[in-house]
């Protein structure tokens, strides 16, 4: 009995702190990355911009340095639950697969994981992380996208945001649009995150013949950051869609009323180019956003 307590507890402790080290690097992700994140959803949901430097010159003269910050309220409070439950879902599975293989391979053969279980345990998170990310970011991007001129803005702040889409279109149809296509983003982007991760720290250990843990901090940024390109190359089709229906219009006004209709739509009036529009600024805040979380 005192033994199954003793685990328990720290099988508790443990998640704590994989809760806690997620919500750390998620402020660092907002911090480090919503510069880069507004030029990224201008350029995905308008035509105006013909690239992220002109994109970007014309938010700083027209609107302001504090611009670049649009909508990071919602975020910054969210995004560490988010992250904390994408840390807690993948660390939860991968000790679930690690149990699984003990019971398959036996008492004496190692219980590390195959590289399609990473993969599946950061899919199972990004699913878990749903639920948040999605009307989250949702919010984040009304209000990255409204007017500037305070006589044209449509929401007043996030609460404003969350309070007039909810009332007036409901709650799945309003403030959980875009679910759909960022339940395939998430569990694609963060399956590859973690499956990178792991593969290249596994070949740093092995190379060097040292532990993981002697592995230094600069490296582990290294490969978090080359992490956050894989997650980005892999996964960003389904972004465009998403934030493309998530900046639209709602009753008559909306365009993209699935994400079958997202694709099918982006595909014939801007063809593979536009699938790709903003991934420039994406991979350049990529590297130092997961690098930060990973090294927290």
Known sequence: MAEALEAETGSL????????????????????????????????TSDQYRNALECATRIAKDEGPLAFYKGTLTPLIGIGACVSVQFGAFHESRRRFEAYNARIRGPTQPTTLSYSQYYISGALAGLANTILSSPIEHVRIRLQTQPHQASQRLYQGPIDCIRKISSQHGLLRGLYRGTSVTLFREAQAYGVWFMTFEYLMQNEAKRNRIKREEIPTWKIAFYG???????????????VVKSKMQSDGFGDKMRYRTMREGF?????????????????????????????????
């Open 225 to 239: 950051g080359l992490a956050g390109e894989a997650l980005w190359i892999s996964s960003y089709p389904f972004d």
């Open 264 to 296: 099918a739509k982006t595909w014939k009036i801007e063809g593979l180019r536009g699938f790709w529009k903003g991934v420039g600024p994406t991979l350049l805040r990529a590297m130092p956003v997961s690098a930060g979380t990973f090294a927290v």
């Open 13 to 44: 402790s443990r998640t704590l702190k994989d809760l806690f080290a997620g919500a750390a690097g998620g402020v660092a992700q907002v911090l480090l990355g919503q510069p880069f994140d507004i030029v990224k959803v201008r350029l995905q």
